[in-house]
């Protein structure tokens, strides 16, 4: 059928509309075989404005870049205490604090970013199974009450919204002493996989549901550490 112009034009137009208009469904790129298991599970990146390298160059906040990601965080999580976020959200993000388990261990976080925990560990379930792939926690942590950054930076464990994996086996190369002594710190490395004990799949699983994995932190290099950078509206599929 020839369509006139215009109309072929329109046609497009509404085309190309109603695909964007699609939700990143984590169905739309998986076997009929994982459509159940990831159900419900939406893709995401993380919020480029919340990557610790968006607001933190050289070692050296970036005073706007930071306010803007601490405000979000705090809206969307609530505010800390000692912090002075509660002109943002008067309710602390503590108080949202939730168990939840993650690959057999308890782990306390954000309520939240509960329903992207179980996607990962859903993803990792069923995609991490080859031999390389397999990977068993020892020790997971999650909310931590007070900030452990030096200086005006603050963590993300603040707000619940942080994940670490195995410090002794996924090193933070980039922090401060005895940190850079790890034996996976020493000698060259191709890429900063060669960092840490965590298959790819893995961190892989973890960004897809919008976590950010700071093994790519150009400063800090902390492999043990993910943190849901994404929008925490957006985790579950409609
Ligand atoms: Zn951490």
């Known amino acids: 059928m020839r369509l006139p112009l215009p109309f072929f034009g329109l046609f497009v137009a509404v085309g190309i509309t109603l695909l964007s208009a ?35 160059r050289g070692g050296q906040l970036r005073d706007d870049q930071h306010r803007r990601a601490v405000r979000f965080r705090a809206e969307q999580y609530g505010a800390v205490e000692g912090l002075e976020l509660e002109r943002y959200n008067p309710e602390l993000a503590y108080s949202r604090a939730k168990v939840v388990r993650f690959m057999g261990l308890p782990i306390e976080i954000h309520e939240k970013i509960a329903p992207a925990v179980r996607c990962v560990e859903r993803r990792i379930k069923k995609t991490c199974t080859k031999k390389t792939q397999r990977y068993t926690p020892q020790a997971i942590n999650g909310f931590r009450k007070h900030n452990t950054f030096r200086g005006l930076e603050i963590s993300n464990h603040v707000f619940g919204i942080a994940v670490d994996i195995d410090p002794d086996r996924n090193p933070c190369c ?41 093994g790519r932190d150009p400063e800090l290099r902390d492999t043990m550490h993910f943190e849901f950078l994404g929008n925490p509206d957006r985790i579950v599929a409609p």
Do not use: M, N
């Open 22 to 56: 699609q939700p990143r469904l984590e169905v739309a790129d998986a076997g009929a075989a994982e459509k159940s298991a990831f159900k419900g599970c939406r893709l995401q990146d993380a919020q480029r404005f919340l990557v610790r390298s968006s607001y933190v």
């Open 174 to 214: 980039g922090c401060v002493k005895p940190w850079p002594d790890h034996p996976a710190c020493q000698g060259e490395a191709e890429s900063v996989f060669q960092r840490t004990a965590l298959p790819r799949c893995w961190i892989s699983a973890f960004e897809r549901y919008g976590f950010y994995w700071l």
